[in-house]
């Protein structure tokens, strides 16, 4: 079956660097996703990864190595407004999508 | 205007009715989904369509029905609701772009309570 890992839980404090990990295992791999949810709101995309290596979006960046069936996802910056919820979405045999169970990031002054 | 939209947004019923929640999108996407969310388990898909002729069953189907009227409109039924189908239950809208890369589009959700 198909599984990913990711922690419950980050904290930090404004201004700081944060990297929220996932780990997953699926046959059939072909991209690895990140999303981010605000409390009571909808999730919206953040970043997309099929190949290795990094990707960069502003503040955010994602990382992956297929090798290794992991990514993380990288917040420099922090600002308040990062306080959300953090979803990695795995692509797999072409046309399904699976996501985990979510980071809930809470950024402190 | 919202891409995606659900209505409606907050239901309360009662066990053993039936209930239909819409979506509507504008993006002009062939790919729909339904999800629901509980805490701690994250978003779980319910089921998917990739065009209008096409219904598949995600990981949670049992308990529910979909109907897909056209491109833009894509419902979920719960025949016989029960308290455990009180969720948050998202529609999604997606591109597959031929790089592989798929971006999902959610509704704003739709607050589900069966008492």
């Known amino acids: ?109 | 205007d919202a891409d995606v939209t659900q209505t409606p947004r907050n239901r309360i019923t009662k066990t053993g009715k039936r209930i239909m929640l819409e979506c509507s999108q504008t993006k002009g996407h062939d790919r729909m989904y339904w999800y629901r969310q509980d805490p701690g388990l994250g978003l779980r898909l319910i089921y998917y369509s990739f065009d209008v002729k096409d219904i598949n069953k995600g990981e949670i189907s049992d308990g529910y029905s979909v109907s897909r009227q056209a491109q833009a409109k894509f419902s979920l039924s719960l025949e016989s609701a029960i308290p455990n189908q009180t969720a948050l239950y998202f529609c999604a809208t997606s591109d597959l772009m031929t790089s592989g890369k798929e971006t999902q589009y959610f509704g704003p959700g739709t607050r589900l309570l069966v008492l």
């Open chain 1, 1 to 109: 079956g198909q599984s990913l890992e990711q922690p419950s839980e980050v904290t930090a404090v404004e201004g700081a660097i944060v990297q929220i990990n996932c780990t997953y295992q699926t046959s059939g791999f072909y991209g690895l996703s990140w999303y981010q949810q605000h409390d009571g709101g909808a999730p919206t995309f953040l970043s997309y990864n099929a190949l290795d290596g990094l990707e960069e979006t502003g503040r955010f960046s994602s990382f992956l190595s297929r090798s290794d069936s992991y990514g993380y996802l990288l917040l420099q910056e922090l600002q308040m407004k990062d306080s959300a919820s953090y979803f990695c979405a795995v692509g797999y045999n072409t046309d399904k999508l699976i996501f985990g169970t979510g980071t809930r990031l809470q950024v402190f002054p």
